[in-house]
């Protein structure tokens, strides 16, 4: 069946770092993929997708692209803020009902 | 903006109580989820519906139940509380009919089973 592998946290970064949290995924056919942030005390809210190969989804910064020769959808930014502490995650979904399997998690804190 | 609202945000049942969580949608999806989250774990599909009255089992649909009678409310009952079913619980709606159209969450009931 469908899986998603994220690397494990935390991660700690100093403000303006580089951040990159790497997202593999098993999966026959053409899923999506997504990634969703999770702000402290509050639900998961959608970061951005990418819905076919070597599609970039971006937003606030972000960047992911969909590798499907590496099975991949690293999430990516240039320069974090202390405000892009939470938790990330991975998914992946099937077109039908929007299902998705998610990856278990990647905390980020940032420090000022 | 999709409002996602889960009944209550902590709660404290013993060992073999019934439990009810209770989630509202305002923006008329027909899709809704059950998910729970565990550190490490991710976030596991319990139950899905696409529909009034219908339900689909998810990844880990044991020792859980759901009813969806209107189009608007999703609960998931846990017949017989155990401490395994201590946990985050999350759940989400989404339109149907478009490929890929995000979930939108609650912001979670956090439930402890003592």
């Known amino acids: 069946g469908d899986s998603v592998t994220q690397m494990e946290g935390p991660v700690t970064l100093s403000e303006e770092a580089f951040l990159t949290i790497n997202c593999t995924y098993t999966a026959t056919g053409y899923p999506s993929l997504f990634w969703y942030v999770q702000y402290p005390g509050e639900g998961l809210q959608l970061l951005l997708k990418a819905t076919k190969a070597d599609d970039k989804g971006s937003n606030k910064g972000f960047e992911a692209t969909y590798r499907k020769e590496t099975t991949s959808f690293h999430l990516e930014k240039g320069s974090v803020q202390v405000s892009d502490s939470a938790v990330y995650f991975c998914a992946l979904g099937r077109a039908a009902g929007n299902k998705l399997t998610f990856g278990g998690g990647t905390r980020v804190l940032v420090k000022p | 903006d999709v409002k996602v609202t889960q009944s209550s945000r902590y709660l404290v049942k013993r060992t073999g109580e019934k439990v009810f969580l209770e989630c509202v949608q305002d923006?008329?999806?027909?899709?809704m989820f059950w998910y729970r989250q565990d550190p490490g774990l991710g976030l596991r599909l319990i139950y899905f519906?696409?529909?009034?009255?219908?339900?689909e089992k998810g990844d880990i649909p044991e020792g859980y139940s759901v009813s969806r009678e209107k189009k608007e409310r999703f609960s998931l009952i846990l017949e017989s509380a155990s401490t395994n079913q201590t946990s985050m619980y999350l759940c989400a709606s989404s339109l149907a009919g478009q490929s890929n159209s995000p979930l939108h969450f609650g912001n979670g009931t956090r439930l402890t089973v003592t």
């Open positions: 923006m008329d999806h027909e899709n």
């Open positions: 519906s696409y529909d009034v009255k219908m339900k």
